[in-house]
């Protein structure tokens, strides 16, 4: 079984920064692409940035310049810095990973249960 899960959501006011974590676990031979993707009230869930195993990042126009993505292979973790937030960046963020559990094997795209982001005054 492979677990995502997320940690470091919460409340921040207008400008200013959080950082996410996401882990996963569980019966796992590679990882290739890690992401974060999120969900505001309302709104369809939208892609924020991914990582590749080799360290290539896309990120969603909204968030450029503000948003790092970055990974630690060793510890099957991917990071979110989230800078200058303002109040349309909340939503739920949901971590993703494309998991193969055995050398050589298909890789499946899994999802965190997902942390809240919240920007208010």
């Known amino acids: 079984q492979v677990q995502l899960v997320e940690s470091g959501g919460g409340l921040v006011q207008p400008g200013g920064s959080l950082r996410l974590s996401c882990t996963a676990s569980?019966?796992?031979?590679?990882?290739?692409?890690m992401g974060w993707y999120r969900q505001g009230p309302g709104k369809e869930r939208e892609l924020v940035a991914t990582?590749?195993?080799?360290?290539?990042?896309i990120y969603a126009d909204s968030v450029k310049g503000r948003f790092t993505i970055s990974r630690d292979n060793a510890k099957n973790t991917v990071y979110l810095q989230m800078s200058s937030l303002k109040p349309d960046d909340t939503a739920v963020y949901l971590c993703?990973?494309?998991?193969?559990?055995?050398?050589?094997?298909?890789?499946?795209?899994?999802w965190g249960q997902g942390t809240q982001v919240t920007v208010s005054s």
């Open positions: 993703n990973a494309d998991i193969s559990k055995v050398m050589g094997g298909p890789f499946f795209r899994y």
């Open positions: 990582i590749i195993s080799g360290g290539t990042t």
């Open positions: 569980g019966s796992i031979s590679s990882i290739n692409v």
